[in-house]
């Protein structure tokens, strides 16, 4: 069965440090993963997803994750955050026909 | 490209009355559309699944009669609560798969959530 599990329910960072969101799945098959942000009381924003081209995946706004099958992790990271990225975030993967399923969520704290 | 819309964006209700959230795909066609369910710093939980021309697939647990889905076209699909109760208040939000998208990668678009409050 598929499952994806987010490791941190918060994270806080200052403003210019890294940022790491890390996320567990695990899945019967090659699976596909995506990264979602989203601000409060709006909808979701793909961030970026694997689909197996390329194991080191670039997003929008700076994140990019890597897929490790070894570890099945797919860490969410970007190198200096900003005030803007202050949301929560969801790790998802994908089952065959559409549907998705969704990790509880990270909300992401940036302090000034 | 790909945005999905959402009509309303808050609906206040009474108890006892029942209320239209639209889903609407404005620049793609969509064979198939989501409806999920999300409470206060919770996740998403998926409620149904909704085929174009079809009847809708619906999540263990979720009630088929009081949510009530339509997807009459390949740009719309409607979620009506029946009888909405307090415990019905909730962040609605909707996903839209485009129809050249491959079953593999499942890749959706979603709309920026209904709020609705039953009082």
């Known amino acids: 069965a598929q499952s994806v599990t987010q490791l941190d329910s918060h994270v806080s960072v200052s403003e210019g440090t890294p940022v790491l969101l890390r996320c567990n799945y695990s899945?019967?098959?090659?699976?596909?993963l995506f990264w979602y942000v989203q601000h409060p009381n709006k909808g979701l924003q793909l961030l970026l997803k694997?689909?197996?081209?390329?194991?080191l995946v670039k997003g929008i706004n700076g994140f990019e994750a890597e897929f490790k099958k070894s570890e099945t992790s797919f860490h969410l990271t970007k190198p200096s955050a900003h005030m803007s990225d202050a949301a929560e975030y969801f790790c998802?993967?994908?089952?065959?026909?559409?549907?998705?399923?969704f990790g509880q969520g990270t909300e992401l704290s940036v302090k000034p | 490209g790909a945005v999905v819309s959402q009509h309303p964006s808050r609906v206040i209700c009474k108890s006892g009355t029942s209320v239209k959230i639209e889903c609407r795909s404005l620049?793609?066609?969509?064979?198939?559309m989501f409806w999920y369910r999300q409470f206060p710093k919770q996740s998403l939980m998926l409620m149904a699944t909704?085929?174009?021309?079809?009847?809708?697939?619906?999540e263990q647990g979720v009630e088929k009669d009081k949510f009530l889905i339509n997807h009459a076209s390949l740009t719309l699909s409607t979620l009506t609560v029946t009888s909405a109760h307090p415990e019905d208040s909730s962040f609605y939000i909707c996903?839209?798969?485009?129809?050249?998208?491959?079953?593999?990668?499942?890749?959706?678009?979603f709309g920026p959530g209904t709020r609705l409050t039953v009082t």
């Open positions: 996903s839209a798969r485009p129809k050249s998208t491959g079953d593999l990668y499942g890749e959706q678009y």
């Open positions: 694997y689909t197996s081209a390329a194991t």
């Open positions: 909704s085929n174009e021309g079809s009847k809708a697939t619906y």
């Open positions: 998802v993967v994908t089952l065959w026909g559409g549907k998705l399923i």
């Open positions: 899945s019967s098959y090659s699976p596909s």
């Open positions: 620049d793609f066609q969509a064979t198939t």
